[in-house]
């Protein structure tokens, strides 16, 4: 009763935002010797890059999980403890999952001869994702002193810090030799600002459509400053690119998850319409309980089947092809449903079943006679010791036991 069905969905958009994105710019390219090698469709088709900008979508991510975050927290005074260890536990379980069940299929793949190349590529596929937990861990323990340093400093001066250190990390990666190691701290520093903003929002101080047109609106007016800076028009790496807005992440990248954090307050009425439909709902509901499974298993779900399907040597277009033009991106949007289907059934893998009522009905089976046992109910009117009243259910349907009811003490 207490979530909130728009933040939902805005959390429901951004894992699906991420899992095409990925699925649309990881080409795997079949060799000559049976190896898959990884290329980017970005590379050969620059136009492109505005299309990251809305399948990009981990600022919407942190943003959700500030907000979930400080709602859990403003719910469990007094046990924050128990609170974090159960946050912290949704994100590791699924986590050691990946990681014990990936290192059994590696150990299969190269006992079965599986080229060193398709290895390499599946190992680092399947890893990368994992970069989210170092700040998010950090972002969800450190919730309490971010919520009151919102409180006390406001929104703005809470943000700016981590803003200045985005803008000095892009700044001396701009001055210093190529290859000049940096310490990562804007992956902290860049994704704590939409989280702040998800911290915000719970405390009720982003409500109003004022507020979110001046976050779209600033954001915008961000992004064009920086890409008439020079800033790389894409919001993934591209191989090849001297410079990537995601790795590190850049002010780009933060301009960016302001943006959509605008935007999708703005569309907070037209989700909540929407969430009121049995499907939609529906979708957004299951998207959420397995959100951590899907960010993390999209992946390996995409390198498993392309190595498997390419077992029997026949390079397949948009599975197997290089991503070199228009014609790959579309036959790749034809192997997406496969994908989608392979990734829904190995999320919902092990999940548990509702136990079986008795004669094997549901609620909806039961007859309005059925009634669970109940503690006795105890006349009010009457003074002295008190005396148990028994309670029947009728139904009004069937007039014989209606007549029984009526014959009985009230």
Do not use: C, K
């Not at 059994?104 to 599986?114: C, E, F, H, K, S």
């Not at 190992?123 to 919520?147: E, G, N, Q, Y």
């Not at 001396?172 to 000049?180: E, K, M």
């Not at 790389?232 to 001297?242: D, E, L, Q």
């Amino acid at each position: 009763m207490n979530r909130d069905r728009a933040v939902d969905a805005l959390r429901a958009y951004a894992i699906g935002g991420v899992v095409l994105g990925h699925w649309l710019v990881t080409g795997l390219v079949l060799t000559g010797d049976g190896g898959l090698h990884q290329a980017s469709p970005l590379t050969a088709l620059p136009g492109l890059a505005p299309v990251t900008w809305v399948l990009q979508t981990l600022g919407l991510f942190f943003f959700t999980a500030g907000f979930g975050s400080t709602r859990s927290l403003a719910s469990h005074r007094g046990r924050a403890g128990s609170r974090l260890a159960r946050r912290l536990r949704r994100l590791l379980l699924p986590t050691v999952a990946l990681l014990g069940v990936g290192a059994a299929v590696l150990l299969a793949a190269t006992v079965a001869g599986t080229p060193d190349e398709t290895l390499a590529v599946a190992l680092r596929l399947a890893i990368s994702p994992l970069w989210f937990l170092v700040p998010l861990v950090f972002l969800v323990a450190a919730t309490s002193p971010l919520r009151a340093a919102v409180r006390r400093w406001g929104v703005a001066r809470t943000v700016a810090p981590a803003v200045a250190v985005v803008a000095a990390v892009d700044l001396a990666v701009r001055l210093l030799p190529a290859g000049t190691d940096l310490p990562p701290l804007t992956v902290l520093a860049a994704w704590s600002v939409p989280y702040l903003l998800g911290v915000a929002h719970a405390d009720g101080r982003l409500g109003g459509r004022r507020t979110a047109g001046t976050l779209a609106a600033g954001g915008a007016v961000a992004l064009a400053a920086l890409l008439a800076l020079g800033y790389p028009a894409s919001a993934v790496g591209v191989p090849g690119a001297g410079v990537s807005n995601l790795n590190p992440p850049s002010l780009l990248a933060v301009a960016l998850a302001v943006t959509q954090v605008g935007l999708g307050l703005l569309a907070r009425p037209a989700l909540e319409r929407l969430l009121t439909r049995p499907l939609p709902g529906r979708a957004v509901a299951e998207v959420n309980r397995y959100a951590v499974r899907i960010y993390l298993w999209h992946q390996p779900i995409l390198v498993t089947v392309t190595a498997l399907t390419a077992r029997g040597g026949l390079a397949l277009p948009g599975l197997h092809t290089a991503p070199d033009g228009p014609g790959w991106v579309l036959a790749r949007f034809g192997w997406l449903p496969l994908l989608a289907a392979v990734l829904v059934t190995v999320v919902r893998t092990g999940r548990p079943r509702p136990p079986r009522r008795p004669g094997g009905g549901g609620v909806a089976d039961r007859s309005a006679e059925y009634a669970p046992a109940v503690s006795p109910v105890y006349d009010h009117r009457r003074s002295g010791p008190p005396d148990p009243q028994e309670v029947i259910a009728v139904r009004d349907s069937d007039p014989p036991s209606r007549g029984r009811a009526d014959g009985q003490s009230r």
